[in-house]
């Protein structure tokens, strides 16, 4: 919860929910990092600022095509946080 205030400045509005594990390697090195997913809800969109971490941030809809410059791995790891459909 912390690093989810002070990297975006969002705040839950209830408990989150551990999802998974992401492992990934960063270039130029190909260094391994992983990180916690976790979702919840936030029912305000609160005002985001840089900060030394994250230069922009954007709302978007994860079942609509996205435009811009986005990371096809941040879209990846947005889309598990989202709730499966039994089918």
């Known amino acids: 919860m912390r690093e989810l205030l002070e990297e975006s400045g969002q ?4 408990p989150l929910r551990f ?4 492992g ?25 600022e840089a900060n030394a971490e994250i ?10 095509p996205l435009s811009g410059r986005v990371s096809a791995i941040d879209v990846h790891l947005a889309r598990l946080t989202r709730p499966t459909v039994a089918g």
Do not use: I, K, S
């Not at 705040?11 to 209830?14: F, I, K, L, R």
């Not at 999802?19 to 992401?22: D, S, T």
């Not at 390697?25 to 919840?40: D, N, S, V, W």
């Not at 230069?55 to 609509?64: E, H, I, P, Q, V």
């Open 11 to 14: 705040e839950p509005d209830g």
């Open 19 to 22: 999802v998974g594990w992401a």
């Open 24 to 48: 990934f390697l960063l270039a130029p090195a190909q260094r391994a990092e992983y990180g916690a997913l976790f979702t919840g809800p936030a029912l305000v969109r609160r005002p985001f």
């Open 55 to 64: 230069g922009a941030m954007c709302w978007c809809d994860l079942n609509a």
